[in-house]
């Protein structure tokens, strides 16, 4: 069975600053991963997704993710803070296969302080 | 535009009553989804559908029932053996590893 492990159910850093929010998979098939985000009582927006190709994801707004086979990890990050990065932050897991649910960890919460 | 319509975006409901979360996709996908969203939990799989007329129980089924009887609609419907039915609910639908979510219904019993 699949699963996504989000360490760090919140995070805070200060505007300018590094964000790294951590992802760990379970999975076993090669897996498509995927980084959304998501405002207060709204949907999921998606950040980036690997599916196979290059390892080094980039997405919109300046977020990007490595997939790490040997660690099973696929962290987001983002060098510099802006204060519209604040929001919760999901990472997920699909098999692409007949299913091809996708399976979400429980979530990080992200706040940036001024 | 293509997307998914969710509706109501907010919904209350009495206890004991049965109501229904409407998902519309004009995306042509296949496969459909209804996720439950509480606070610290993320996401929860309900129930999914991959072709119309077919759908499958996700991890947390009890206490739902859906029904997919056109590619465009996948209602879902909150019934009152569901008793915590509280919560942010969200539609999917995807083709390949392409996922589209809806704006969510956020329902309150009252």
């Known amino acids: 069975a699949q699963s996504v492990t989000q360490l760090g159910s919140h995070v805070s850093v200060s505007e300018g600053a590094l964000v790294l929010l951590r992802c760990n998979y379970s999975s076993s098939v090669p897996p498509y991963l995927f980084w959304y985000v998501q405002y207060p009582n709204q949907g999921l927006q998606l950040l980036l997704k690997?599916?196979?190709?290059?390892?080094l994801v980039k997405g919109i707004n300046g977020f990007e993710a490595e997939f790490k086979k040997s660690e099973t990890s696929f962290h987001l990050t983002k060098p510099s803070a802006h204060m519209s990065d604040a929001a919760e932050y999901f990472c997920?897991?699909?098999?692409?296969?007949?299913?091809?649910?996708?399976?979400f960890g429980t979530g990080t919460l992200l706040a940036v302080q001024p | 535009d293509g997307g998914i319509t969710q509706s109501p975006k907010y919904l209350f409901r009495k206890e004991g009553q049965n109501v229904t979360l409407s998902c519309e996709q004009n995306?042509?996908?296949?496969?459909m989804y209804w996720y439950r969203q509480d606070p610290g939990q993320g996401l929860r799989l309900i129930y999914y559908?991959?072709?119309?007329?077919?759908?499958q129980k996700g991890d947390i089924a009890e206490g739902y029932s859906v029904s997919r009887e056109k590619k465009e609609s996948f209602p879902l419907t909150v019934t009152s053996a569901q008793k915590n039915p509280t919560a942010f609910y969200l539609c999917?639908?995807?083709?390949?590893?392409?996922?589209?979510f809806g704006s969510g219904t956020r329902l309150t019993v009252v």
């Open positions: 999917a639908s995807s083709i390949g590893a392409g996922y589209t």
């Open positions: 995306l042509n996908h296949d496969a």
């Open positions: 559908s991959q072709i119309v007329n077919d759908f």
């Open positions: 690997y599916t196979s190709a290059a390892t």
């Open positions: 997920a897991v699909s098999d692409g296969g007949a299913t091809n649910k996708l399976i």
